[in-house]
């Protein structure tokens, strides 16, 4: 069974940090595209971040120069977030999927709340 599972979210003020963590079992993810998604409350999910098997980035605009995502080979995905904002505010998503494929792995979600 395929299960993605997200860690570290939280409350931290403006201008704080926060590394949310996504262990993946259930089958190697080495060959896939893994992603943080974030949905906040009234908005659409959007994607924030994703990494390739080969460790290419790309990231939301919004997102770039303040958040990092890696990966290690233990199938485990991360998200470093610096300098947050109010606007980071929502629940954030572990998802991957197969090259050439749509994201049809998805994690239950973990809470990031920044404060003003």
């Known amino acids: 069974q395929v299960r993605l599972v997200e860690s570290g979210g939280g409350l931290v003020q403006a201008g704080g940090s926060l590394r949310l963590s996504c262990a993946a079992s259930?089958?190697?993810?080495?060959?896939?595209?893994m992603a943080w998604f974030r949905q906040a409350p009234g908005k659409q999910r959007e994607l924030v971040a994703a990494i390739t098997s080969g460790g290419s980035t790309n990231y939301a605009a919004s997102v770039k120069g303040r958040f990092t995502i890696s990966r290690d080979n233990a199938n485990m995905l991360y998200l470093q977030m610096y300098s947050l904002e109010p606007e980071d505010t929502a629940v954030y998503y572990c998802?991957?999927?197969?090259?050439?494929?749509?994201?049809?792995?998805w994690g239950q979600g973990t809470q990031v709340t920044v404060s003003s």
């Open positions: 259930g089958r190697t993810f080495s060959s896939y595209t």
């Open positions: 998802a991957a999927r197969r090259p050439q494929g749509i994201y049809d792995n």
